[in-house]
């Protein structure tokens, strides 16, 4: 290739780079070739280009809000909205019921498929926006826009002794005037430079330069006010831009405003009228089931992912859902085969790997239980994984009789992860069963402390206050339990009996 390479005209050769995504050696050439000439204006552009490929963010996939922006959205429309309206207030009665299906901190049931965002939920005090999905010492993520500064830092190391661009120094309005070069010199202040407020300008001056007749430059202009918080102001810019030209773009972006909002029902609206627009887009039919499943209503989100997966059989979120919603609805024998049709197609974690070991559990392949739990745990790469793996083992383990396993199973999980609270619920109930009153009750408080939302520590420690005559701790137990749990029969029993015997006293 060496000989072809001195025969090829530089510029070709960084063109041939890009196109074959080989983009650190595409810099460098341009490189080269800018150091020959500064004002070679093709060398400069492909540069651009292989610097924003390198850095660019797919704005159709949601964002993961940061504490700063959870703490100090004032954008709702109503403090206390209806079940279904807000991502504050899910549905719950939707679905398999809460005792089979578990919920996650915000309220909301464990889905399938992770994505930034799910299983935090909008946080609305100081102490649960600390708190992360599973433990509570983590750092949480403090702001969204820390992963665009860190992709355009690093982004910058092309070799070059100083800054590529200098934005401080540029013309605008003579860039403004060139589309070629405006919309290259914008994509690398959005994704390169991480500087939105100098790319809304140039924006601006692009939009009046080209007459306000280009859909691209007010969907990003649109862009730049959703960067900046502004989404009051890019509703108006993507409304604007969809009414003149629809695309799919531009109602993903209006997507993400109203979820910025917390209005999903307008979301909702905004993606199906694009379908009406693109029938069988499958990113419009995803972010549809996305945001259903986000405000708990998981009939019509499983409905718009067999929709997806009409139109894209090889759509890994849209199988992923459908086997957690199929798991859950008692048929672990189709969510197996979902699972497996996964793990055909090259995806190989130690998730995928722990939900096929339960399924092949409930379908009393118990062989093959074993077999997945074990490559599931060489497979975990965080500490995370490692426990929820020992959690289900415990489980498989306490279904075959086999209890001493399960408990040093449990142990195992709460080595791993010292706020697992399912581990320390299922552990205070097995030392409850040996008669260790004090053990047990610790291991129910330790449940309460990492994982408040359960309901089942609460009804556990009730039910163990109750056997040894504590009525008050009790009856406030189980006053938690049906907060987390309303539909909880078992509670409602308890309490009943409970105040029967107060009102006596």
Same mark, same amino acid.
């Given at each position: 290739l060496l000989p072809v390479m001195e025969t090829l005209d530089p510029l070709f050769w960084a063109q041939s780079l890009l196109r074959r995504r080989k983009l650190a050696e595409c810099i460098d050439t341009c490189t080269a070739l800018?150091?020959?000439?500064?004002?070679?204006?093709?060398?400069?552009?492909?540069?651009?280009?292989?610097?924003?490929?390198?850095?660019?963010?797919?704005?159709?996939?949601?964002?993961?809000?940061?504490?700063?922006?959870?703490?100090?959205?004032?954008?709702?429309?109503?403090?206390?909205? *209806?079940?279904?309206?807000? !991502?504050?207030?899910? $549905?719950? #009665?939707?679905?398999?019921?809460?005792?089979?299906?578990? &919920?996650?901190?915000s309220g909301r049931p464990l889905t399938g498929f992770a994505r930034p965002g799910t299983q935090s939920g909008r946080p609305t005090t100081m102490e649960n926006a600390v708190r992360t999905a599973r433990t509570a010492t983590a750092r949480p993520t403090t702001t969204a826009s820390?992963? !665009? %500064?860190?992709?355009? =830092?690093?982004?910058? %190391?092309?070799?070059?002794?100083?800054?590529?661009?200098?934005?401080? +120094? &540029?013309d605008l309005a003579k860039y403004a005037a060139r589309p070629a070069l405006a919309k290259a010199l914008f994509q690398y202040m959005l994704y390169v430079a991480n500087a939105p407020l100098q790319a809304m300008d140039l924006a601006a001056m692009a939009t009046?330069?080209?007459?306000? =007749?280009?859909?691209?430059?007010?969907?990003?202009?649109?862009?730049?006010?959703?960067?900046?918080? &502004?989404? *009051?102001?890019?509703?108006?810019?993507?409304?604007?831009?969809?009414?003149?030209?629809?695309s799919v773009l531009t109602a993903l972006l209006?997507? +993400?405003?109203?979820? *910025?909002?917390?209005?999903? $029902?307008?979301?909702?609206?905004?993606?199906?009228?694009?379908?009406q627009t693109f029938p069988g887009e499958?990113?419009?039919i995803a972010c549809v089931a996305r945001v259903h499943e986000g405000v708990g209503n998981l009939p019509i989100s499983v409905e718009n992912y067999r929709k997806l997966l009409s139109f894209d059989s090889t759509n890994i979120e849209a199988i992923a859902s459908l086997a957690a919603d199929s798991f859950y609805s008692d048929q672990p024998e189709i969510a197996m085969l979902l699972y497996r049709r996964l793990l055909q197609m090259g995806v190989t974690s130690a998730e995928l790997l722990n939900n096929l070991g339960l399924c092949?559990?409930?379908?009393?392949?118990?062989?093959?239980?074993?077999? /997945?739990?074990? *490559?599931? $745990?060489?497979?975990?790469?965080?500490d995370e994984q490692t426990?929820?793996?020992?959690?289900?083992?415990?489980?498989?383990?306490?279904?075959?009789?086999?209890?001493?396993?399960?408990?040093?199973?449990?142990?195992?999980?709460?080595? /791993?992860?010292?706020?697992?609270?399912?581990?320390? #619920? #299922?552990?205070?109930?097995?030392?409850?069963?040996?008669? #260790?009153?004090?053990?047990?009750?610790?291991?129910?408080?330790?449940?309460i402390r990492a994982a408040g939302h359960m309901h089942e520590p609460h009804y556990n420690l009730a039910l163990?206050?109750?056997?040894?005559?504590?009525?008050?701790?009790?009856?406030?137990?189980?006053?938690?339990?049906? %907060?987390? !749990?309303?539909?909880?029969?078992?509670?409602?029993?308890?309490?009943?009996?409970?105040? =029967?015997?107060?009102?006596?006293l």
């Open positions: 800018l150091e020959r000439n500064p004002y070679d204006k093709a060398a400069w552009l492909l540069k651009i280009r292989a610097l924003v490929e390198e850095a660019y963010t797919d704005e159709a996939e949601l964002d993961e809000e940061g504490m700063g922006e959870l703490l100090m959205d004032d954008n709702a429309t109503a403090q206390i909205p *209806r079940p279904g309206t807000s !991502f504050k207030r899910p $549905l719950t #009665n939707q679905g398999a019921s809460q005792g089979v299906r578990p &919920l996650s901190k820390g992963r !665009f %500064v860190r992709l355009g =830092t690093a982004s910058m %190391v092309s070799g070059d002794p100083g800054v590529f661009i200098d934005l401080a +120094k &540029l009046e330069a080209c007459g306000y =007749t280009d859909w691209w430059w007010k969907a990003m202009l649109g862009l730049c006010f959703y960067r900046l918080a &502004l989404y *009051r102001d890019a509703e108006k810019q993507l409304l604007s831009a969809y009414k003149h030209t629809p209006q997507g +993400k405003t109203y979820i *910025r909002l917390d209005q999903p $029902l307008r979301a909702i609206e905004a993606y199906e009228t694009a379908l499958t990113t419009l092949c559990f409930y379908a009393q392949q118990y062989d093959l239980s074993l077999g /997945c739990f074990e *490559r599931a $745990l060489g497979l975990a790469t965080t426990a929820d793996v020992w959690y289900n083992i415990a489980h498989v383990a306490l279904a075959l009789g086999d209890v001493s396993m399960a408990y040093q199973s449990l142990k195992l999980a709460i080595v /791993c992860d010292p706020t697992h609270g399912e581990a320390y #619920n #299922n552990l205070g109930v097995l030392e409850y069963r040996k008669d #260790n009153i004090e053990l047990a009750r610790g291991h129910y408080q330790s449940a163990l206050s109750h056997t040894k005559g504590d009525l008050q701790v009790a009856f406030t137990e189980l006053s938690s339990a049906l %907060v987390a !749990f309303p539909d909880h029969h078992d509670s409602k029993a308890l309490l009943q009996q409970i105040t =029967t015997q107060l009102i006596s």
